[in-house]
Every structure is written in C-alpha cells, then in structure tokens.
Nanobody, 124 residues
C-alpha cells in the first residue's frame, strides 16, 4: 500500500501563488508516476499535471500550462505543484495520486492510490 498526504492548500487572491506538496509513504518503490487532479463543487474530477519518478517527464492540462509546474524530490518521496497566476476558476479540492505504471497520463482510472485532498480557494 501507498499512502499520500497533501498539504499547502489555502485561500489566496487572484493572481497569487500557492505550492502544494504530496508526501508518499509505504511501498513507494511500486509507484512510477505521480499526478495532481482537482475537483470543483458540482464538477467531475479533472487532470491537472503528472510527472514520472525516473526521468521527470511531465504532462499538463491545457488550462494550467504556463501557470503550474509539477516537480518531484525523489529523495523525499515528495511531489510538488507550484501554482502561479491563480484564477478563481482554479478553486477546487486538489488531490495527489500515484500510479504503478510508467505512462504519464491524465486518466484518473490509471492511478492506483489517492490522497485525501487539500482545498484551494482563489478569491476574485
């Protein structure tokens, strides 16, 4: 089993920045790809960004390209999501997810483990 713990959410004004962290524990050697997803009230969960542990290949949703950056610290088993130029439409619960596959994908069904989520609220 793999446990994921997100942190770093909060309330920020539009145009501001936040950095989310996701610390992985347990059988972390089984995970190959890490992703961030978000879910706003009344909406489906959507892909934000993903990175694989090895070469650091990344993938982003079009809505966050140029504003968000995903990175990883292999030594700390931690993945980060730096969010800049935040907009009110970025308001959501952000979830960290881990996949045992090397495929860097935005499909939620490809991820095996999920964190509890952290709330991000962007005020206008």
């Amino acid at each position: 089993q793999v446990q994921l713990q997100e942190s770093g959410g909060g309330l920020v004004q539009a145009g501001g920045s936040l950095r989310l962290s996701c610390a992985a524990s347990g059988r972390t050697f089984s995970t190959k790809t890490m992703g961030w997803f978000r879910q706003a009230p009344g909406k489906e969960r959507e892909f934000v960004a993903a990175v694989n542990w090895s070469v650091g290949y990344t993938r982003y949703a079009d809505s966050v390209k140029g504003r968000f950056t995903i990175s990883r610290d292999n030594a700390k088993n931690t993945v980060y999501l730096q969010m800049n130029s935040l907009k009110p439409e970025d308001t959501a619960v952000y979830y960290c997810a881990a996949s045992t596959r090397w495929l860097v994908t935005g499909a939620p069904t490809e991820y095996d483990y999920w964190g509890q989520g952290t709330q991000v609220t962007v005020s206008s």
